[in-house]
């Protein structure tokens, strides 16, 4: 049973920061690159951020490139996505997933249908 749980989301004013954890259970977690997705209010899925499975290779959405960071921990199986200067268009639930294949293309890396676990989300809402 793999599990996917995020952590870290709230309430912030604009220009705020927020780091958002995602804890991966099982022995899978080196195996898979680890990915952040969001969706606003009526609004699709949309990709943020991935990271490989070596932590060598970033993928971003031009929406939040320079701002957002992804990052991960392999001792202690969690990835982060550091949230800087938010505005209120980042609002949304936050959802990180994990992906056992090997890509870089940006293609891949922004399809949902290609992740193999979902965690339950956290809410992220940016005050003007």
């Known amino acids: 049973q793999v599990e996917l749980v995020e952590s870290g989301g709230g309430l912030v004013q604009a220009g705020k920061s927020l780091r958002l954890s995602c804890a991966i259970s099982?022995?899978?977690?080196?195996?898979?690159?680890m990915a952040w997705f969001r969706q606003a209010p009526g609004q699709e899925r949309e990709f943020v951020a991935r990271?490989?499975?070596?932590?060598?290779?970033?993928t971003y959405a031009n929406s939040v490139k320079g701002r957002f960071t992804i990052s991960r921990d392999n001792g202690k199986n969690t990835v982060y996505l550091q949230m800087n200067n938010l505005v209120p268009s980042d609002t949304g639930v936050y959802y990180c997933?994990?992906?056992?294949?090997?890509?870089?293309?940006?293609?891949?890396?922004?399809?949902?249908?290609?992740?193999?676990?979902w965690g339950q989300g956290t809410q992220v809402t940016v005050s003007s």
């Open positions: 099982g022995r899978i977690f080196r195996s898979y690159a």
């Open positions: 990271l490989s499975r070596n932590g060598g290779q970033t």
């Open positions: 997933a994990a992906d056992r294949e090997m890509s870089s293309s940006y293609t891949h890396a922004s399809n949902s249908g290609v992740y193999d676990y």
